[in-house]
């Protein structure tokens, strides 16, 4: 006499509270299993957050140094200065300007090498030391480090004094360390009282190896016949392009062309290629990575799969359909890849933040990242169970019940 075999009504919380079970009973090997695709994830949400706070970190660097830097230069030379006398004072009303000035190199002129002393001659095997003209706009422009004193002011400007301001390395080779006993340099004939010594500067370190002294100064004594004549501008960020359009009308309003705005390039391109190349190498280890945790999965799930064959021939036998079967398989390969997901999010998490804090920087992810990551860990564990769930739904019931 012929049984008929009752379909299960097996509802999805059955399912879940199964897969819950079967994948709780061996923890340890879950999260072996598991381990590629929390690498995988963890490399994502690391490559990720990485780029977004290392992006922050570049934008505030270009802007705070390459991106402020402007430079005028005449672009017909012909022997005679093109810029007025109050360059200065002209480029600090323009908006977005932080210090400008004018600055050239002082003709080599034989005997205008600067010494400590007035009767002993230069030797002629040293170096010689050279002199740089420039207003107290150019100098701050540099953004100097002053190691003892002050550079000189627009009073020094207006009077034409003799004051100079020596750089660190033509300090130390003038054998000047101090500047309160009031020391004096001679360059030819005439005595410069120093008043500063600059120790570093974040722009045009060639101030660290010059004898600086007063535009007006070198016009009054020296008189040299300037050439490489430009005007350097420190902008505010963002400001570059900006300044780098006006400062040629303010200087010379009747003949802008005249002076060429050295502005530099946006960074936002070499910065966007840069990133776009590294982040890109990260994302194909990342998705390596989930390859071998989907591989992994889809592995133990199928060993799973076959260690479990009596128990899901005698679910077939009960009345299982393949449906129920097949469900609850991707249904456990789902939250493996969930826990793989929430743990290497987690991971990564503390990873940038602590790699952040490390250099001082401002941690920066994207909440959707954090928020996606589990979900590609839920997408990958579906996606390794499909296969063994088909091979388990067709195990035949007869089969596994007589072994």
């Given amino acids: 006499m012929s049984q008929k075999r009752v379909a299960s009504m097996m509802r999805w919380s059955d399912t879940t509270i199964e897969a819950t079970a079967a994948i709780t009973q061996r923890p340890a090997r879950t999260m072996l299993t598991a381990l590629g695709t929390i690498l995988g994830v963890a490399a994502f949400v690391t490559t990720t957050g ?44 323009l908006n977005g300007v932080n210090h400008a000035g004018l600055r050239y190199p002082v ?48 009073f020094h400007q207006t009077r034409a004094d003799n004051v100079a301001v020596l750089g660190r390395v033509a300090a130390d080779q003038l054998g000047i360390t101090r500047i309160d006993n009031q020391p004096a340099i001679f360059i030819g004939d005439t005595a410069y009282t120093v008043i500063g010594i600059i120790d570093d500067t974040i722009r045009t370190p060639d101030l660290l190896l010059a004898v600086i002294i007063p535009t007006t100064t070198e016009h009054r004594i020296i008189n040299s016949e300037p050439d490489n004549i430009e005007v350097i501008i420190d902008t505010q960020p963002g400001a570059a392009a900006l300044i780098g359009r006006q400062a040629p009308l303010a200087l010379r309003p009747q003949q802008p062309d005249r002076l060429t705005a050295l502005v530099p390039p946006d960074p936002r391109t070499l910065r966007n290629n840069v990133e776009s190349d590294v982040t890109s190498l990260y994302y194909a280890l990342a998705a390596l990575s989930l390859a071998v945790g989907t591989i992994a999965i889809a592995n133990a799930t199928l060993l799973n799969t076959i260690e479990r064959r009596p128990e899901i021939g005698l679910r077939r036998a009960l009345g299982a359909k393949r449906s129920h079967i097949t469900r609850q398989i991707i249904l456990e390969a789902a939250a493996t890849g969930t826990i793989a997901g929430i743990t290497g999010t987690a991971l990564a998490t503390l990873a940038v933040a602590g790699y952040a804090a490390s250099r001082a920087w401002t941690t920066t992810m994207d909440p959707m990242v954090i928020v996606s990551a589990p979900l590609i860990g839920l997408a990958t564990g579906a996606a390794a169970g499909l296969v063994p769930a088909l091979r388990a739904s067709r195990i035949p019931p007869a089969t596994t019940l007589r072994a």
């Fill in 50 to 93: 990485l780029a977004a706070t290392a992006s922050a970190q570049v934008s505030s660097s270009f802007d705070a140094f390459a991106a402020t830097e402007v430079r005028i230069q005449d672009s017909s030379p012909d022997g005679t200065n093109p810029f007025p006398d109050d360059v200065d004072e002209r480029l600090a009303a």
């Fill in 107 to 154: 003709a080599d002129v034989s005997g205008l090498n600067p010494r400590n002393t007035p009767s002993r001659p230069p030797n002629p095997a040293t170096q010689p030391i050279p002199i740089i003209a420039a207003t107290p706009g150019a100098i701050a422009a540099a953004r100097p480090v002053i190691a003892t004193g002050v550079i000189y002011e627009h």
